[in-house]
């Protein structure tokens, strides 16, 4: 009997996310952190029913008899596998918050359910509801002349069964966010109840004048996925930023695909006429005995954040050794590269950079592509100086992040005022590349400033991400990113390419070539590696490279945060394969391609995970990292997290992970990059600066702390 080597992709990001959810079962971890994992355990799995269950019922309305590459199941195959997958799972994090919740009572916090409230809280409360909580509901009767409302998307809801001498009716009770979730009754201790508890608990008060029969809280999901193909739109006179805007609308009202249930039964009255009418199956509706909104665990931990035993220990990124503070950012990268390390380090470098340019006389054209920023972005601000000091600034702004579009289309309307030109990239194709050159003309000479990066260039996920950020005065790397944007200016793809690797035409082709030239050396018993940090691997054709290297002897690292439709380990397959996800106090968000041993090692950075998304169907740029500093700093990087035995879940060979079993080194790449960012910034001002130099090599520092450390 042969054994698969495929992993379906949903079912693999179901086991990602209950990696996220073991954070929560982990001691080691403190304990509000601990309770942020079971939100955003819960938020991820909100995503993934908006999304890929949402994308899943749309073929199954379109094709139900499709099947996807790997595992080959239908997609009514895989909505049942989900929704029994899920209901194994959301059991845990039920247990994992209420057992987190009776460990913080140790430490003050207590959440309190409304049948044991003291005499004087439940006087407090009750007065609570008739004054702050009744004046802003909105109740409503669905019967035959009052029909159903519009649910909202991830709102609580109150449903009532109501008897009447007209017969049964439905009572409903929106609880959005015009309430203060967290309702506190005493400081020291804190004790809280939640606001959805408090309606649930007098709902019959707002129905006074019928007998309750049954209650309880209730959330809707609802697809989200929209498509700007959508035929009914493209017929419109919009531009494509109105056309986004019509479909964000259309989102809000696309049909459900999940029903949870908080307090009541399944099989109650109400919530079988709920599922009616929303047309819900019985697989769809998922019973909680938790909080169906988990989003008031991060304000919760941000009132006790200062209590030290119940958060991580505070960390602000570091100042970067390789940078010098009273030099201009564009001198210091003209000498050489330089490599920020997100959220280690800062990203205020790059920040100086682009205010610097703007500020510069002689600097005549900036171009980026934009794809998720912060709500008070200062990369924002500082394309508009550049913009209204002169400067053509030319702005790819990507319409299409998900769930980031609204943001999106007001950054757009805000960079057109100051005067960027926009653009909004090929039809069809995300532009999900980091990107950004800047031209500067003194003279005769064209002098360029490229970076890559492997993040978003948001100041907030800088704080929160594991990503990589090149800065370099290379040419050939400059001149092969104008071309991208000259591509993406005209409408066009990058064909052809020898130093980026540009999807969807010049980067998968280029890493199964990277990957031939690994096989070749094995088969000619020469030692072959590679090396590969992504975020998801679902790629089939890379899948299957990847199997043939690894028959042909090729050793192989993969460093994947979440999905992997590979199954390592497998004899005669995958044996020569290792797949480490690794889950911590910081998403894992870098990409690293490595290939090939030390003496002809390629490495790269890069925008792309190995999905086919990603490789054919978005516009990405992978770099080239020349410097020998920076390659080697990538390489260590890498295998640090090979070596993480406290965060690392290694894949073994029937697809699921485990931890590994040694803890000899206790080794947390995380916390080792933390540690090694902050010994390097107070080092810093402490190294000697080099004789006789005006503007000393800031990268000699970096090279002699990593020589001492």
């Known amino acids: 009997m042969s054994v698969n080597i495929y992993d379906n992709r949903e079912l693999s990001w179901l086991k990602f996310n209950q990696r996220v959810l073991q954070e929560s079962l982990d001691s080691a971890v403190p304990l509000l952190e601990r309770l942020t994992f079971t939100s955003i355990f819960q938020s991820n799995l909100d995503e993934f ?5 949402g994308t899943l019922f749309d073929q199954l309305e379109t094709d139900p008899e499709l099947r996807e590459n790997k595992t080959n199941m239908t997609s009514r195959e895989q909505l049942d596998a989900i929704f029994e997958r899920v209901k194994k799972i959301e059991p845990q994090k039920d247990k994992a918050y209420r057992d987190i919740m009776k460990l913080l009572e140790k430490h003050g916090i207590k959440q309190l359910s ?46 009532v069964r109501l008897d009447s001498k007209s017969g049964i009716k439905l009572g409903l009770l929106p609880v959005n966010d015009t309430f203060r979730r967290i309702v506190q009754l005493s400081k020291n201790p804190f004790r809280f109840v939640l606001v959805e508890d408090i309606v649930l608990k007098y709902a019959s008060e707002v129905f006074e004048n019928y007998s309750v029969l049954e209650k309880a809280i209730v959330r809707i999901t609802r697809n989200a996925d929209i498509s700007e193909d959508d035929d009914s739109l ?33 099989d109650s009255e109400s919530v079988k006429y709920l599922c009616k009418r929303l047309e819900i199956s019985d697989n ?23 209590k030290k035993s119940l958060c991580y220990k505070p960390f602000t990124p570091q100042k970067s050794p390789a940078v010098s503070e009273n030099l201009p950012m564009a001198d210091q990268i003209r000498k050489k590269d330089i490599l920020l390390h997100y959220p280690y380090e800062s990203i205020k470098p790059f920040i100086r950079m682009l205010n610097e340019a703007a500020a510069d006389p002689d600097v005549v054209s900036v171009k980026i592509t934009l794809y998720r920023l912060a709500r008070n972005s200062k990369i924002i601000q500082a394309l508009v100086d550049m913009a209204e000091r002169g400067i053509d600034v030319l702005v790819l702004v990507e319409l299409r992040a998900r769930f980031d579009e609204e943001n999106n289309i007001g950054w757009s309307k805000t960079l057109q005022n100051a005067g960027c030109t926009i653009i909004y990239g090929p039809k069809g194709l995300k532009v999900h590349s980091k990107l950004l050159l800047i031209t500067r003309k003194k003279g005769d000479r064209v002098e360029y400033i490229t970076q890559i990066g492997t993040g978003n260039y948001n100041e907030k996920t800088s704080e929160l991400y594991t990503d990589l950020s090149l800065l370099t005065a290379n040419e050939n790397i400059a001149a092969e990113a104008l071309n991208v944007f000259n591509a993406l200016s005209l409408g066009h793809l990058v064909e052809e390419s020898n130093h980026l690797l540009v999807a969807p035409l010049c980067l998968q082709n280029k890493v199964l070539e990277m ?14 590696f590679i090396g590969i940090k992504i975020n998801s691997l679902s790629d089939r054709a890379i899948i299957e490279k990847l199997v043939e290297a690894s028959q042909a002897g090729v050793k192989t690292e993969l460093v994947i945060r979440g999905l992997c439709c590979l199954v390592s380990g497998v004899k005669g397959k995958t044996d020569n394969i290792r797949v480490t996800s690794i889950v911590g106090r910081f998403l894992e968000h870098s990409r690293i391609y490595i290939f090939g041993t030390k003496q002809r090692r390629k490495v790269y950075i890069s925008s792309a995970d190995f999905m086919t998304r990603n490789t054919v169907k978005r516009v ?15 390489i260590d990087i890498f295998e640090t997290m090979l070596s993480d035995d406290v965060k690392a879940r290694v894949q073994i060979s029937d697809g699921t992970y485990r931890k590994k079993r040694s ?47």
């Open 620 to 634: 990405e740029v992978a770099a080239p990292v020349y410097d020998p500093d920076i390659q080697n700093r990538i």
């Open 49 to 53: 029913f908006m999304v890929r269950v």
């Open 234 to 266: 493209l017929d419109c006179d919009f531009d494509f930023r109105n056309l986004m805007e019509q479909l964000i609308k259309k989102r809000k009202k696309l049909a459900p695909v999940r029903l949870q249930v908080f307090g009541g039964s399944p």
């Open 284 to 306: 769809q509706i998922f019973t909680a005995s938790a909080p169906l909104d988990l989003s008031f665990t991060f304000a919760l931990r941000s009132m006790f954040e200062k």
């Open 515 to 528: 990957i031939d030239e690994e096989i070749a050396q094995a088969r000619a018993g020469r030692k072959a």
């Open 114 to 159: 409304m049948d044991k409230l003291t005499e004087d809280e439940e006087t407090y409360i009750s007065n609570y509801f008739r004054k702050e909580i009744l004046p802003l509901l909105s109740p409503l009767i669905i019967d035959k002349r009052h029909p159903l409302p519009f649910i909202k998307n991830k709102e609580m809801y109150i449903t």
């Open 663 to 709: 803890h000899k080194k206790n080794l947390s790449a995380q916390d080792m990059f933390m540690e090694t960012a902050s010994t390097a910034a107070s080092c810093q001002n402490t190294l000697s600066l080099p004789e006789n130099s005006d503007t000393p090599d800031f990268s000699d520092f970096y090279k002699e702390f990593l020589m001492q450390n």
